[in-house]
């Protein structure tokens, strides 16, 4: 099966500045992938020359199998990169408008039905300009879902939104992608969220991709003794399952069913435990730390 999106050594340079260099990666149907990396990593630069607003100054662009470039119209991707709207306009009269616009038939029921799930419906007749910036925000994930689409693309889409405004996001982004099968490719600063929602993230250091990996949940379990681990007492644990690791005073292993076995083998040699930890990996390790543990 081809990927919906595949970009191939894609490389943007500016005259100072190498935002983008050999960026290759792909997205399937149904992934929710999220793009983490500091300000000015390239993020906002690899949507934005996706969706054709800025032009690559090499490599390809390929979408369901084509050539982005030789696609004269991308209305199959929905995009939210800085939404803007008609401000003397209310909310309904946007959607229709932007519709129109786009080439589609004014469909006045899912317009009604986009600002339910957004729950924009009871500020449907209200002009944009008294809108909040997270009923904006809330607005275009409207808008980018106003055409049947095959792939989604959004640039932080949970700034600005309240906690109500992110869960409703989060819900519509779970939707797309893992019952209607719609890849869902986003940047955000938010790592809690981008952990909670993502099947994979792209890490960007100065346009280059540093780790490309699939998200999974593990906890590790730490146990502190009241003394240090002797070099017979560490090679006494690990015999006993070779992921057990022991540091100084700590034996860290991810099995569940072993602390038991643990906790018998330290009490034999005479240690009392004094506290244990549950951590789980996360992305702010491999944000600080290029690890996710």
């Known amino acids: 099966m081809k990927p919906v999106l595949l970009i191939s050594e894609l490389t943007k340079?500016?005259?100072?500045?190498?935002?983008?260099s050999d960026?290759?990666?792909?997205?399937?149907?149904?992934?929710?992938?999220?793009?983490?990396?500091?300000?000015?990593?390239?993020?906002?630069?690899?949507l934005n020359t996706i969706c054709g607003f800025t032009k690559p100054s090499s490599?390809?662009?390929?979408?369901?199998?084509?050539?982005?470039?030789?696609?004269?119209?991308?209305?199959?991707?929905?995009?939210?990169?800085?939404p803007a709207f008609f401000d003397y306009l209310s909310a309904e009269e946007n959607l229709k408008y932007i519709s129109?616009?786009?080439g589609?038939?004014?469909?006045?029921?899912?317009?009604?039905?986009?600002?339910?799930?957004?729950?924009l419906y009871d500020s449907r007749k209200k002009k944009v300009k008294s809108f909040s910036f997270g009923m904006?925000?809330?607005?275009?994930?409207?808008q980018s879902l106003l055409a049947d689409?095959?792939?989604?693309i959004f640039d932080e889409p949970f700034v600005g939104l309240d906690p109500i405004g992110k869960e409703l996001f989060k819900k519509v982004i779970i939707s797309k992608a893992h019952e209607e099968k719609i890849p869902v490719l986003f940047s955000s600063h938010d790592l809690d969220d981008v952990e909670e929602i993502c099947d994979r993230v792209v890490m960007i250091q100065k346009g280059e991709k540093i780790v490309d990996q699939k998200i999974i949940k593990k906890k590790i379990y730490e146990l502190r003794i009241?003394?240090?681990?002797s070099i017979f007492e560490k090679q006494k644990l690990e015999a006993k399952d070779k992921n057990i690791h022991c540091e100084g005073s700590k034996v860290f292993f991810s099995d569940e069913k072993q602390i038991i076995d643990v906790q018998k083998i330290l009490l034999e040699e005479g240690h009392y435990i004094v506290g244990m930890s549950i951590h789980t990996n996360n992305l702010k390790n491999l944000f600080l730390k290029g690890k996710y543990v």
């Open 23 to 46: 960026f290759t990666m792909q997205i399937e149907k149904g992934e929710i992938v999220a793009l983490i990396g500091e300000n000015g990593a390239g993020k906002t630069t690899l």
């Open 149 to 152: 689409v095959e792939l989604l």
């Open 59 to 82: 490599g390809t662009i390929y979408f369901m199998g084509k050539d982005i470039k030789e696609q004269k119209k991308l209305d199959k991707i929905g995009i939210l990169i800085e």
């Open 136 to 142: 904006k925000q809330r607005l275009g994930l409207c």
């Open 13 to 20: 340079e500016y005259k100072n500045k190498c935002a983008l």
């Open 100 to 102: 129109k616009l786009s």
């Open 226 to 229: 009241d003394g240090i681990i």
């Open 104 to 119: 589609n038939s004014s469909d006045n029921k899912k317009i009604e039905e986009l600002l339910q799930q957004t729950e």
